[in-house]
């Protein structure tokens, strides 16, 4: 089965609007776990913007399934990794002034590659295991190979930006090519990035996937609906898939 990761930074960014104790992420943690999801991503930023270290903190030791922690590879969130261990890291790249992560890691980039390698074995040491947020390129696919990746993310943005059709079709195209060379590779292989609950059955035919990051889609919906009934309807649709 798929397993489903809902990220709650947007839990985070309504109360933090407002410099209020709600909403809660913890308690939206524990929510999304009790609709069946699988894992819990959050995203602390350089800026703080939604997700805090308190939140971080808190949910380290009340999240009952999988709590990843995407951050990026600074020395800074590098000591608070090392001190919290989260079951798993997900680096990623990070701009002050993006709205959201706009793409994946430069891996192909010599000073980008160098600072990688060097997080990827400090969060190694401490035990927890790392995942690159990458485009779906080939040969970066094989560079966070070579740079001891448990893991790929494949960044889905451009897919889900891309046009019903010829466009969409090549994105996707990009995405199965990576995902098959991630499977060669050994990676264990994620998605995420723009997934709502009309594109995410396109990711479902991706070979050897295991992990969907889903956020922004599942957190919206749930201001109509409640989290339990936006993560549930978000769960049927990957176990349609799965009953085919």
């Not at 808190?58 to 999988?66: G, I, R, S, Y």
Request: proline share 5%; glycine share 8%.
């Amino acid at each position: 089965m798929i397993r489903l990761h809902v990220n709650i930074d947007h839990i985070a960014t309504i109360r933090n609007q407002r410099g209020t104790r709600y909403p809660e992420p913890v308690l939206a943690a524990g929510l999304c776990e009790l609709a069946g999801a699988h894992g819990i991503t959050v995203h602390l930023r350089e800026d703080r913007r939604h997700i805090t270290d308190r939140d971080v903190e808190l949910l380290c030791q009340t999240v009952q399934t999988t709590l990843n922690l995407e951050m990026a590879a600074t020395p800074e969130m590098l000591d608070i990794a090392a001190r919290i261990k989260p079951d798993i890291v997900t680096l990623v790249p990070e701009k002050r002034e993006e709205k959201t992560t706009e793409g994946g890691l430069a891996v192909g980039n010599p000073a980008v590659k160098k600072a990688l390698k060097a997080a990827v074995k400090k969060l190694h040491d401490h035990g927890i295991p790392v995942s690159l947020f990458i485009d779906p390129e080939l040969a970066d696919v094989r560079a966070a190979e070579l740079l001891g990746a448990d893991q790929v993310e494949l960044h889905t943005g451009d897919y889900c930006n891309a046009l019903p059709g010829p466009p969409r079709d090549r994105e996707l195209a990009r995405l199965l090519a990576a995902a098959e060379a991630a499977d060669a590779c050994g990676l264990i292989l994620a998605a995420g990035h723009g997934l709502d609950y009309t594109n995410v059955q396109g990711m479902l035919h991706l070979p050897g996937l295991k992990e969907l990051n889903i956020g922004h889609a599942i957190i919206s919906r749930a201001v109509l609906t409640g989290l339990d009934e936006a993560v549930r309807e978000m769960l049927g649709l990957l176990w349609d898939f799965e009953e085919e």
